[in-house]
């Protein structure tokens, strides 16, 4: 355990979480604490639920049963109006960007501050261009959703998730589909925010050399369950062989690949 | 037979439980007009896309309407030496009936449609669910403007159609057939009642608008959010519209005019 974890009370806690999809369990028996301040990050093999979990965070899905708290608040308990005062508090990068299609790059950064400040033009206009400057496009201001490419979109929607200075941000895969300087930038940009304003930051992504960098503490999620958590380098050299594999990429281990499923054997030779 | 009695089931729970969401879809929306009035612009915008872009199709349509109802009368009336009232059975078919029903079809196919497909597809690639983390509501920003577009262009779409159609039935009964166009006039002036001809043909429009376009923000806003969902949404869109303008059409007709 880090130091000084205990003392701190967690900006989000997550206790006895339990989520059903179509019957399936996603999350069984989740307990996580987010610290303020820090940059958190989430990590599993694909389909385990992490875009899942933020979207339980961001209260936009419901628990089947246990408590998620940010700020002290249970958000599952809130009324909508609530939940929206509280998301003001939040920012979310979408997997998919998630932009406005309608709206240009400008107007799609513009949006959450027109939306929720009566600033003068001339100020949102500013303000719109230095974060788009941090993420590098301010040059494709004018360009619809339509006319990025898929690293693009994301970059837009991080400047986005981030225009009105939330005090949480949530990071789902920021890194995909980034060539490796946009992605080494975007790397340094999440740790740089998080430590000039004092952000928390929750990242979720699979590269893990380049998380466990800039990560203050890292959960790894498999099968409804924390396996692991702790500082990055307790992580990488982990007692179990399972996180050890997942750490590190290797091919064989006792991660499992496979959606869970009979033999293949079974499969081939048991149909009509 | 047991197994198909639980389909039988679920398949009634199902729809029982759409039907809630459809109610509760239609009570923010209608929570959302206060907002709405701080914006009007979003309802501007809405009422061009929704309105204006289907003025085309409804007008050229019932010109035709118009200009078939005028000749089709006109053999049935002329048997009787009953030309002169061809101005009143044309209007008043149109006023009463096609206009406000023929537009509401028109509007599910053309209006409908696109916006079942718009929402389905803003759904779909979450962007709905970015407008809810940027703590904006997505039903009053994005559904409200569209649902009040239109439920207040339908009745403008039905006059259209209707005032199209009587100059449709003037160009061929006067001009081709020889009807005698100061009767046409005046009958119809004299023989279409304000209150029992136009003011429920409004009333059914303004129905048929609410429906046509619940049912179309519905569709979309409670799809699968993949392109499979958002197609069938569309057809469903277009095919519980046309049921509901119909059905509805019958029972307001009963209620308005059947003593
Ligand atoms: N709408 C849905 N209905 C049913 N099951 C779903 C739905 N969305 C996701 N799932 C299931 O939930 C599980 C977790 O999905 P999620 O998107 O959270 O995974 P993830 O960890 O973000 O994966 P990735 O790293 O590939 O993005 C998956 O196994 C998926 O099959
Ligand atoms: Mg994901």
């Known amino acids: ?43 599993g093999p694909s389909g385990t639920g992490k875009t899942t979990l933020l979207k339980l965070i961001a209260g936009q899905l419901r628990p089947n049963a246990g408590s998620i708290e940010f700020a002290g608040e249970d958000i599952h308990r809130l009324r909508s109006k609530e939940l929206y005062r509280l998301r003001m508090r939040m920012g979310m990068l979408f997997q998919s960007g998630a932009l406005l299609t309608d709206l240009s790059v400008f107007d799609n950064v513009a949006y959450p501050i027109r939306e929720h400040t009566r600033l003068p033009e001339s100020l949102i206009r500013r303000l719109v261009l230095l974060k788009l400057e941090a993420v590098g496009l301010r040059g494709a201001r004018d360009l619809m959703p339509s006319e990025l490419s898929g690293g693009m979109a994301r970059r837009v929607a991080l400047a ?26 975007l790397i340094q940009l999440v740790r740089r925010l998080n430590d000039a304003s004092r952000l928390t930051s929750i990242v979720v992504s699979h590269d893990v050399k380049e998380t466990a960098q800039i990560a203050d503490y890292i959960y790894v999620i498999s099968q409804g369950r924390v396996m692991e958590h702790g500082v990055p ?40 | ?164 159609g009587v100059l449709g039935g003037y160009f061929v009964g006067v001009g081709l057939l020889g009807v005698d166009g100061g009767a046409y006039w005046s009958q119809m002036q004299a023989n279409i009642d304000l209150h029992e001809d136009i003011f429920n043909g409004v009333i059914k429009s303004f129905v048929f608008g609410w429906v046509c376009t619940w049912i179309a923000l519905f569709q979309g806003y409670d799809c699968l959010p993949t392109s499979e969902g958002v197609s069938r949404a569309t057809t469903r869109t277009v095919v519980h519209s046309a049921f509901a303008v119909l059905g509805l059409d019958f029972v307001l007709t009963a209620l308005m005019f059947g003593n």
């Not at chain 2, 079942?116 to 779909?124: N, Q, V």
């Open chain 1, 160 to 185: 986005r998730a981030i225009a009105l200075d939330p005090s949480m941000v949530m990071y789902d895969e920021p890194f995909t589909g980034q060539d490796p300087i946009s992605m080494g930038i």
């Open chain 2, 1 to 164: 037979m047991t197994r198909q009695l639980a389909r039988l089931g679920r398949a009634g729970i199902q729809s029982i439980e759409r039907l809630g969401r459809g109610h509760l879809l239609l009570l923010n929306l209608l929570a959302g007009l206060a907002d709405l009035a701080l914006r009007p612009t979003l309802l501007i915008k809405q009422l061009y896309a929704v309105g204006v872009l289907s003025v085309a199709i409804v007008t050229v349509s019932g010109l035709f309407v118009g200009m078939v109802l005028s000749l089709q009368g006109y053999y049935i009336l002329s048997r009787f030496g009953a030309e002169e009232t061809l101005g009143v059975m044309v209007a008043a078919s149109l006023v009463r009936e096609l206009g406000p029903v023929v537009s509401a079809l028109l509007f599910a196919g053309r209006a409908g449609s696109a916006l079942t497909a718009e929402i389905g597809l803003m759904k779909a690639t979450e962007q709905l669910a970015g407008l809810e983390m940027m703590a904006v509501n997505p039903v009053k920003r994005i559904l409200t403007p569209r649902f009040f577009a239109g439920f207040l262009s339908m009745p403008l779409l039905a006059a259209m159609f209707s005032a199209i």
């Open chain 1, 1 to 43: 355990m880090a130091k000084g974890r205990s003392v701190e009370k967690p900006l989000v806690r997550i206790r006895g979480l339990r989520f059903l999809r179509a019957g399936r369990a996603i999350f069984d028996g989740v307990d996580l604490d987010i610290l303020r301040g820090g940059v958190t990050a989430i990590m």
């Open chain 1, 233 to 272: 380098e307790r992580l990488l050299d982990s007692d179990s062989a399972w996180v050890r594999q997942f750490m590190h990429g290797l091919p064989d281990g006792p991660v499992p690949f496979h959606y869970p499923a009979q033999s293949l054997e079974q499969d081939l030779f048991s149909g009509p």
